[in-house]
């Protein structure tokens, strides 16, 4: 049975220890500035996905990629040294797509706020097809009433 909180705990000194060697050790010109967000580890603890974002362009992703892809040995040394676990898990390092999703959010809801300003300027500037108010009140004067009443 897999220990969460152990895994929990295990993913959040990788994320340190990760976002620390990029800052500190990894010395490649390809290495943008990238921002460890998550990392997910297995509940048998033999695996971490490191999930990251980089700020830049499309080429600067695939430089930071690369970079990350060829230090990911020296980082999992590192892990495993500062870790102190029996078996250092392996590291996938996978470009994280929040940025992406939120700027997609934000079109959506400006979207959503402009048809709704759209909206309430039509039901301002509208008016009842019939009466304003369809309805009979009992406080009214019954001038229908039924024959024979």
Partial sequence: ????????????????VVA???DTRIKDPRLGFVTVTDVRVTGDLQHADVYYTVLGDDEARTGSAAALESAKGVIRSEVG?????RL???LAFHLDAVPETAAH???ALAE???RDAEVAALARSSSYAGDADPYRHPDEDETDEAPGA
């Fill in 20 to 22: 620390q060697m990029l």
């Fill in 81 to 85: 040294k500062q870790t102190g676990i």
């Fill in 112 to 114: 959503a706020a402009r």
């Fill in 105 to 107: 959010l934000e079109t």
């Fill in 88 to 90: 250092t898990p392996t």
């Fill in 1 to 16: 049975m897999a220990d969460t909180a152990r895994a929990r705990k295990l993913s959040e000194r990788i994320q340190q």
